[in-house]
């Protein structure tokens, strides 16, 4: 079959992947996860071309000429909250065409049957990108189909989950990275102009209330295979990568071995997710020998009482050590904040920047909460009112607050967080660290357009 992998146009720079969406918060757009994994699954039994609308800014109508082109009899699509009633209109067309269509994305992660009833175009949705539930998909063999909302040839859709949570480890054929536009993407981060995003796992062991990632299961892949697609992209002359696996190293004895084999290859340069609480130094230690250069890090809140309530499961003293333990290793540190949680207050958000400044940070990432579908955050903010279940549309770039605190309006949240990125991203003696600490034109240049389109969003 013909199958297009498709991350569809837009109005705006939408981020849609991990099951998750938003607006990009400054100019970064990075490669679609579940398409990139996607891509070496439906490649191994069919004919696959990548469309990113995102990467190349195309507009529906040049899309549609694409589409065309191609002929797919199947377009497996991203879909987000946040671009929701884009993304229907411009599948409902193609399936028109006669194209049959799946779908994956936050919108569809929860009451996808009812979802699927009120969309005819829509004939899948798929729950997971790490098994092989697109191909059973393609192939009409929905008896095999481990987690996702098909319709049946007779009867209402219907949500199979056959497994509740995914364990264990998982294979996918090489990613074909290939496939994907070669210019388009932009990562904050990256020390080069060309990187690769990939996984070396699937979902996240932890539980934060407020977090999809962690209602997936936890799987990993089998270093070799990872190993395989690192060299594939070397071979190609990508070595700068982004690591998307949640918490990288959380399997310790796992999280060193994959360091080791990425050390022995000498030429990598990436950036991953961790937490403060599980990487040690040995850790640390061995994510910098492999080429690690930015560990990005959950800091969440200042308050405790926040972090309890939300099941983060440390306090601001395993951050503060944590932080430091990486600072020791030369790693550049990333804290990501969850900001206006029902239980913040204007004293919260202030001692959060307090942290913030304290953990001496080299970037500091702010995100507004927003009830994200299938999360026990989001049926607690609908039990307490803040928000209606029937409004899928929610984009969680921080340039609006989707709920308000139990203190604090809407409006109140995005000032005070507009504030903080002001009083952190202009102190003359960051702006001075962050010009002798760039390795390259390119790298200064490139923070420069990040940290300007940051401002001007929170100006
Ligand atoms: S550790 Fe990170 S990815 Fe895992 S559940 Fe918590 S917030 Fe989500």
Redesign the pocket.
């Known amino acids: 079959m013909r199958v297009l992998l498709l991350n569809p146009p837009g109005e705006r720079v939408y981020i849609r992947d991990y099951f998750c969406s938003k607006t990009t918060k400054s100019n970064y757009l990075f490669h679609p996860i579940d398409l990139i994994v996607l891509s070496g699954t439906v490649a191994a039994r069919h004919q696959v071309s990548v469309l990113d609308c995102m990467a190349e800014r195309l507009t529906p109508r040049q899309a549609e000429e694409r589409i065309n082109a191609f002929r797919p009899d199947a377009i497996v699509s991203l879909v987000g909250s946040v671009s929701w009633f884009e993304d229907r209109a411009f599948l409902a067309r193609q399936a028109a065409l006669g194209r049959r269509i799946a779908a994956l994305g936050d919108v569809l992660q929860e009451d996808s049957d009812k979802r699927l009833e009120q969309e005819p175009w829509l004939e899948a949705a798929l729950h997971v990108f790490s098994n092989d539930d697109v191909l059973h998909w393609l192939d009409g063999r929905l008896d095999r189909i481990q987690e996702a909302t098909v319709r049946p040839p007779r009867g209402r859709p219907q949500r199979v989950r056959v497994r509740v949570r995914q364990k264990g480890t998982y294979r996918v054929p090489r990613p074909r990275h290939e496939l994907f536009p070669e210019k388009g993407y932009r990562f904050s981060f990256a020390r080069s102009p060309r990187f690769a995003t990939l996984l070396s796992d699937y979902g ?1 062991p ?3 209330s407020f ?1 999809v ?2 209602t997936l299961g936890f799987q990993t892949r089998p270093i070799a295979d990872v190993l395989e697609e690192v060299d594939h992209l070397r071979a190609r002359g990508i070595t700068e990568l982004f690591i998307q696996d ?2 990288f190293g959380v399997v310790p004895a796992r999280g060193l071995e994959l360091c080791a084999a990425l050390a022995e290859r000498g030429d990598l340069s990436f950036t991953c997710f961790t ?1 403060p609480d599980t990487a040690d130094d040995a850790l640390f230690a061995a994510l910098a020998r492999a080429g690690c250069h930015t560990v990005m890090m ?1 800091v969440e809140s200042a308050d405790e009482k926040i972090l309890r309530r939300y099941r ?1 499961v440390y306090t601001p003293g395993t951050v503060r050590a944590g932080f430091e333990r990486a600072r020791q290793h030369g790693l550049r540190r990333v804290g990501t904040f969850v900001l206006g949680l029902p239980e913040e207050t204007e004293q919260s958000l202030r001692a959060t920047l307090d942290l913030a400044l304290d953990l001496d940070l080299d970037f500091m990432s702010l995100n507004v909460a927003v009830p994200r579908f299938g999360t026990p955050f989001r049926k607690r903010a609908v039990e307490l009112g803040l928000c209606d279940p029937a409004d899928l549309v929610m984009d969680q770039g921080g340039e609006r607050a989707f709920l308000p605190t139990r203190t604090l309006g809407r409006e109140q949240v995005v000032e005070l967080k507009r504030e903080m990125i002001r009083r952190f991203y202009l102190r003359p003696s960051y702006l001075a660290r962050r010009v002798t600490s760039a390795r390259s034109l390119w790298e200064l240049r490139s923070q420069a357009r990040e940290g300007l389109a940051l401002l001007r969003r929170n100006a």
């Open positions: 996240c932890f539980r934060c977090c990632i962690g949640q918490t937490r959950g983060k």
